[in-house]
């Protein structure tokens, strides 16, 4: 029944469940996973309310032009960004990611307005957009120890731009910021869908600060063109470190990549490029422009780009830090299987958290799941029990060597964990199609991150991926 309902909205076609409890939830974000969410929720016989601080719907996926991005809420999108998974693999599980009349790129790897011409038809199908309150950002979450129901506050940016009113709920008229008006509600459950590639981790340079060069983050990259006969050293060879190196040589002088998993005497150009190379890790930066590599190596370098990667904030969470979660060293404490936190489950739950996983598809299960846990459909263990697995998966990190930054990376089992989550909540599973074609799509990449966008040999999976579809098609 569940697939069937991909065909319409799923008020309209699914029988609809007859829940144990019909909750008043509140979302946090209408990205892909908060829309997921909105969408579980509803189905489950929920009244999702989702709070978005921007003023569409799409998170990572909305692009914002340089003069746009001041603020740090912005996206991390960058102009030329095209999917780094086939789009058979990224979309969610009913709901294909096809390449249809009205697409903006109908290639296989598509540029990111596509993929938010996507999440669009996926809130237009599911009838989601008229559950979201725009240019609404949640300010705090506090915990009501009485009944153990949630209070949300959230800031009306839409009345700042109207000259005030707006929005609905209690008004509680005690704004820090001019114009901007708080208010407050009542819920009695709490989504986090808010994203995790916002707020950037910038690696540590010895010396750093008297080096007189300019640095940024990946965050606020756009363009190539500010780089124009430039000398850049980028941290980070890994997605975002990969494609924008090879964007800049375009127009850059020299471009160094540094890669902390290469040897310290690595230093090798790439081929195909008169002006990139791949280098150790940054050791240190000096007073007289150089960065020097591990190998003593160095170069003038007149900018350097940290493609490093970005940290895990829950500020709406801040007053109740260390009663409710901390977060140390990217490690979200406690969480059990990356969703809930045991001592307020399930009234408390956070989507979409772990990476080097397929999004869309994990958020979907993880909805489905919270969902179902929500309404009593689903049981969820003791408390203590849920301890005692967030104390084993620590334990088993640590004798894999794992740092405890990678927490919540789910690079060798994130099918087991999708597996599990389908398992507790009567969603279908992801398609072993799916499966092997992510494993083929990350192989390539590794192999030919030139090519790996344009040429591939999984034919027989597409062709097994395009067969399945047709089941989702009117
Ligand atoms: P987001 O998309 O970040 O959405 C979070 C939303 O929460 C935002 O709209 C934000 O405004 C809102 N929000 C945050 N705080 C508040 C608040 N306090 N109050 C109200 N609203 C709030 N994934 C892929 O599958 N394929 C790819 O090719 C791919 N490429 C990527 C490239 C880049 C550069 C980046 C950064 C990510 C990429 N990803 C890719 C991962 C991508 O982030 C996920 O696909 C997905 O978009 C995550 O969705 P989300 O809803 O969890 O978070």
């Known amino acids: 029944t569940r697939r069937a309902a991909a065909a319409g909205s799923d008020r309209a076609t699914m029988a609809t469940p007859t829940p144990m409890r019909s909750l008043h939830v509140a979302v946090i974000g209408a990205g892909a996973a908060g829309l997921a ?27 914002e032009p340089p003069a746009e991005t001041e603020d740090d809420g912005h996206s991390s999108m960058y102009e030329s960004l095209r999917t780094n998974l086939p789009r058979e693999v990224m979309g969610f599980l009913d709901f294909p990611f096809a390449a249809v009349p009205g697409s903006l790129d109908a290639r296989r790897f598509p540029r990111h307005e596509e993929v938010l011409r996507y999440i669009h038809e996926f809130a237009r199908r599911f009838d989601l957009s008229g559950l979201v309150r725009f240019r609404a950002e949640v300010t705090a979450v506090v915990r009501v120890l009485q009944d153990g129901r949630w209070t949300v506050r959230w800031r009306n940016k839409a009345a700042a731009a109207a000259g005030g009113g707006g929005g609905g709920g209690a008004a509680a008229d005690d704004a820090g910021e001019a114009g901007e008006e708080e208010q407050e509600e009542a819920y009695d459950a709490v989504v986090v869908c808010n994203g995790h590639y916002t707020k950037p981790r910038i690696a540590d340079i010895p010396g750093v600060d008297a080096w007189p060069g300019k640095q940024i983050h990946s965050h606020s990259y756009r363009l190539p063109d500010p780089f124009h006969d430039q000398v850049v050293v980028i941290i980070g060879a890994k997605n975002s470190g990969g494609d924008i190196s090879r964007e ?216 097994q991926a395009n067969q399945d579809f047709q089941k989702y098609y009117c």
């Open 37 to 63: 969410a909105a969408r579980e929720l509803r189905r489950e016989g929920h009244s999702p309310v989702v709070f978005e601080r921007g003023a569409g719907i799409g998170g990572t996926w909305i692009y």
């Open 248 to 463: 800049i040589a375009g127009v850059a002088r020299e471009v160094h990549m540094a890669n902390r998993a290469s040897p310290a005497a690595t230093c090798e150009r790439l081929p195909g490029y008169h002006n990139l190379w791949l280098r150790s890790m940054v050791e240190r930066a000096d007073p007289d422009g150089s960065v020097v590599f591990r190998d003593g190596s160095s170069v003038r370098a007149d900018v350097i780009m940290h493609c490093t990667g970005y940290k895990y904030s829950f500020p709406f969470l801040d007053q109740q830090q260390g009663r409710i979660i901390s977060v140390h060293d990217n490690r979200i404490h406690p969480l059990y299987k990356h969703v809930f936190v045991p001592q307020l489950a399930p009234s408390l739950a956070f989507i979409g958290l772990p990476f080097k996983v397929i999004p869309f598809p994990m958020a979907q299960l993880q909805a489905s799941w919270v969902a179902g846990a929500l309404s009593g459909r689903v049981q969820l263990p003791s408390e203590e029990e849920m301890m005692e697995d967030v104390r084993a998966l620590y334990a088993e990190l640590e004798a894999m060597g794992w740092p405890v930054r990678y927490t919540h990376c789910l690079k060798h089992n994130q099918f087991e964990y999708d597996d599990w989550l389908a398992d507790q909540s009567g969603h279908a599973k992801v398609e072993e199609w799916r499966k092997s074609m992510y494993d083929a799509a990350s192989k390539k990449k590794v192999e030919c991150p030139e090519t790996y966008r344009e040429e591939w040999d999984d034919h027989d999976l597409m062709d």
